[in-house]
């Protein structure tokens, strides 16, 4: 969700596209996720379903054992290229199995398709001040582009709708912030309003990024601890991690794009206490980035109708296996 600007990190020596990044992250967990690791590696690889169990307390890719500058996620406060806050990401992203099947009937789900692409032309409504619980940022941004034009708020607007259609075959009731309905926004508060007064049971918010070329593949932005002024993510910082994880888990495995190599040290997740569609969240909620925009390789992806309905069906997935349980 970056703008044409933020100061972002070097690009990395290039990895392998699916493993290097894990590989990193493996190495550094205890013994019992390296076994996870293992698993995923002999079942995962040869096309089976294998999957962390819930009940597991070895494992970070399955459900947590503990809770763990504009408003879209792309401006790093403090510099780019790290976290958000001192706060770390534990585990890495796991490539679980497809959601058991089974109807979704009575859940809510809210998708929040970053930005909109009337912004451009309400730049002076969209610069204005909003709260955000610890402080004050604009209500909105245009976001950003590949270098051919394509913009990130026709690319969310479009992965946002087929996830609406994945997600109603499943039974879920889904609920948008704008469907390109409205001609700017809705504000970054306005938008954490609308997944708190629909009492979601998740919400995500997709976006795309706009860092310098060689920085590639996606993020989950989940809420780190917040508790000031108008902003308490307490109550939701683990079930928004347990969110996370599943979705960054079922993202890799359907879409085949590795995590990013410039955010999250190679674990596909980032932990953020400044984004106010975040801080005022009352139910889970994160924020997804599917890809740099800058960088041609990502933009090849986000630009193919194809590859953005595997995103759409590897978000949902997510979602799907979260609210299952």
């Known amino acids: 969700m970056s703008y044409v600007g933020p100061d972002f990190?070097?690009?990395?020596?290039?990895?392998?596209?699916?493993?290097?990044?894990?590989t990193v992250a493996v190495a550094a967990l205890v013994p019992g996720a390296l076994i996870g690791w293992l698993v995923w590696q002999t079942v995962g690889d040869s096309g089976g379903d294998a999957q962390a169990s819930p009940s597991s307390t070895s494992s970070p890719w399955g459900r947590p054992t503990t809770p763990g500058a504009s408003d879209d996620g792309k401006e790093q406060p403090g510099g780019a290229g790290g976290t958000?806050?001192?706060?770390?990401?534990?585990?890495?992203?796991?490539?679980?199995?497809?959601a058991a099947s089974g109807s979704l009937k009575g859940k809510v789900v809210v998708i929040d398709p970053g930005h909109n692409p009337g912004n451009f032309q309400h730049t002076s409504e969209?610069?204005?001040?909003?709260?955000?619980?610890?402080?004050?940022?604009?209500?909105?941004?245009?976001?950003?582009?590949?270098?051919?034009?394509?913009?990130?708020?026709?690319?969310?607007?479009?992965?946002?709708?087929?996830?609406?259609?994945?997600?109603?075959?499943?039974?879920?009731?889904?609920?948008?912030?704008?469907?390109?309905?409205?001609?700017?926004?809705?504000?970054?508060?306005?938008?954490?309003?609308?997944?708190?007064?629909?009492d979601a049971d998740a919400v995500v918010s997709i976006h795309a990024d706009g860092a310098g070329a060689g920085n590639?593949?996606?993020?989950?932005?989940?809420?780190g601890s917040v508790h000031s002024g108008a902003a308490d993510t307490r109550p939701i910082v683990a079930s928004s991690r347990e969110l996370g994880e599943r979705v960054a888990g079922s993202f890799l495995r359907v879409t085949g794009s590795a995590p990013s190599n410039y955010?999250?040290?190679?674990?596909?997740?980032?932990?953020?206490?400044d984004l106010g569609g975040?801080?005022?969240?009352?139910?889970?909620?994160?924020?997804?980035?599917c890809g740099n925009m800058r960088d041609s390789k990502d933009a090849a992806q986000l630009?193919?109708?194809?590859?953005?309905?595997?995103?759409?069906?590897?978000i949902s997935d997510g979602i799907v296996s979260f609210l299952h349980g």
């Open 303 to 314: 630009t193919s109708s194809a590859w953005r309905q595997k995103a759409a069906q590897g």
């Open 278 to 289: 975040l801080n005022l969240s009352t139910v889970p909620k994160v924020f997804i980035e």
């Open 84 to 98: 958000g806050d001192s706060e770390k990401p534990g585990g890495s992203p796991s490539a679980s199995a497809p």
């Open 263 to 273: 955010i999250g040290g190679g674990t596909g997740l980032d932990v953020r206490k």
């Open 216 to 223: 590639r593949g996606f993020h989950v932005i989940l809420p």
């Open 9 to 22: 990190e070097p690009p990395r020596p290039p990895r392998h596209p699916l493993r290097g990044p894990l």
């Open 126 to 198: 969209i610069n204005q001040q909003v709260n955000i619980g610890t402080n004050s940022k604009e209500c909105d941004t245009t976001g950003t582009a590949t270098n051919d034009g394509y913009t990130e708020a026709k690319f969310t607007l479009d992965v946002a709708r087929r996830m609406r259609t994945v997600l109603e075959k499943e039974g879920a009731t889904v609920k948008f912030t704008q469907d390109g309905d409205r001609s700017w926004g809705p504000c970054v508060d306005e938008r954490a309003e609308i997944g708190n007064k629909a």
